[in-house]
């Protein structure tokens, strides 16, 4: 709720930036251009392009600025994609000024773009995991996850595997080779808010839990 802070070393240790009294609810950055960062949430939409050092507003049409699921195409880092409380699911392909619904009818918490052009998954909380092989025009439950629920995703798009942590008594981090066909759970237990993959070394994990503690791990999630 404070705004964004930064970690130079691993996540160690940690720094405000610029972005200030801003509550983020998700951050997007395309392995294409790493230095733009987009940041959205409770009243919240903003752009940087140099790295997270300065923040402009985006302008939008969007119906309302209360964004609680967040993607952006890896290839290309105009193509947006955001869950829109109330409204549904929009994609946006200029970076978030014009906007088009692609479904009203779902409520996330979390996105992920996929492993083609046309998947993406979200979570929706204790309603579970989801899965749309159409752009976000349609969506599918995928009922193999264990837990009761899900929170956040995030995609290696290097070898296509996936990260879920879920609710309930399996709470956890689990991950799945297979687009969510089955799952390995990977060590770490209970409520995660967040899972991140680093895009240059899919080797590389960082999650926080409830209370707001960061766990790394450097191995693919076998140690934390």
């Known amino acids: 709720h404070g705004g964004l802070l930064?970690?130079?070393?691993?996540?160690?240790?940690?720094?405000?930036?610029?972005?200030?009294n801003a509550d983020a609810m998700a951050l997007a950055i395309p392995p294409s251009d790493p230095q733009i960062i987009y940041a959205a949430g409770h009243n919240v939409f903003f752009k940087s392009a140099d790295g997270g050092q300065t923040w402009s507003q985006v302008l939008t049409d969007l119906p309302r600025l209360d964004i609680h699921g967040f993607a952006?195409?890896?290839?290309?880092?105009s193509r947006v994609f955001a869950h829109v409380v109330g409204f549904g699911v929009f994609e946006s392909r200029n970076g978030g000024e014009h906007w088009e619904l692609l479904n009203s009818s779902i409520a996330l918490l979390n996105l992920a773009m996929g492993e083609s052009e046309g998947a993406l998954y979200g979570t929706a909380g204790q309603n579970g995991f989801w899965k749309?092989?159409?752009?976000?025009?349609?969506w599918s439950r995928l009922g193999s996850l264990p837990g009761?629920?899900?929170i956040a995703v995030a995609i290696d798009h290097a070898l296509g595997r996936l990260y879920v942590t879920t609710l309930g008594e399996g709470a956890g981090l689990y991950g799945s080779a297979d687009q969510g066909e089955t799952w390995t759970p990977l060590g770490l237990k209970g409520v995660l808010l967040a899972i991140a993959v680093s895009p240059h070394d899919p080797q590389q994990l960082v999650a926080v839990d409830e209370a707001g503690s960061v766990y790394a791990s450097r191995d693919g999630g076998e140690t934390w």
């Open 72 to 77: 952006i195409d890896p290839k290309n880092a």
């Open 6 to 20: 930064v970690s130079r070393d691993g996540g160690a240790s940690w720094v405000a930036t610029s972005l200030q």
């Open 132 to 138: 749309s092989a159409e752009g976000g025009k349609t």
């Open 148 to 150: 009761q629920g899900a």
